[in-house]
């Protein structure tokens, strides 16, 4: 069983950054991959990027590419989600995930976390 914790959400201003962390229990997360995934109000969840721990391959959503970075310290047992230049429509709750469940990255994943708000102002 694998427990994940977000934080690192608020309130930014566009044009900010905030680093998101994503704190896991057990001691295999270094052997799973890791994703990072968001809601916003009146929205589908929708995918965001992802960590293979095999290899250390990354992958991002289109509207994420050269503004966010995902990261991982397996020492620490934590993700991270870098995200710069924010806009008003990142405004959304954050969520971790861990170990696909299928092969895509933005597909299905097993454990998941409660959530972190993240607010953009124009």
């Known amino acids: 069983q694998v427990q994940l914790v977000e934080s690192g959400g608020g309130l930014v201003q566009a044009g900010g950054s905030l680093r998101l962390s994503c704190a896991a229990s057990?001691?295999?997360?270094?052997?799973?991959?890791v994703a990072w995934f968001r809601r916003a109000p009146g929205k589908e969840r929708e995918f965001v990027a992802a960590h293979f721990w095999s290899g250390g391959a990354t992958y991002y959503a289109d509207f994420v590419k050269g503004r966010f970075a995902i990261s991982r310290d397996n020492a620490k047992n934590t993700a991270y989600l870098e995200m710069n230049s924010l806009k008003s429509e990142d405004t959304a709750v954050y969520y971790c995930?861990?170990?696909?469940?299928?092969?895509?990255?933005?597909?299905?994943?097993?454990?998941w976390g409660q959530g972190t708000q993240v607010t953009v102002s124009s």
């Open positions: 995930a861990a170990e696909r469940i299928q092969d895509s990255p933005s597909g299905a994943y097993r454990y």
């Open positions: 057990g001691p295999t997360f270094s052997r799973k991959t």
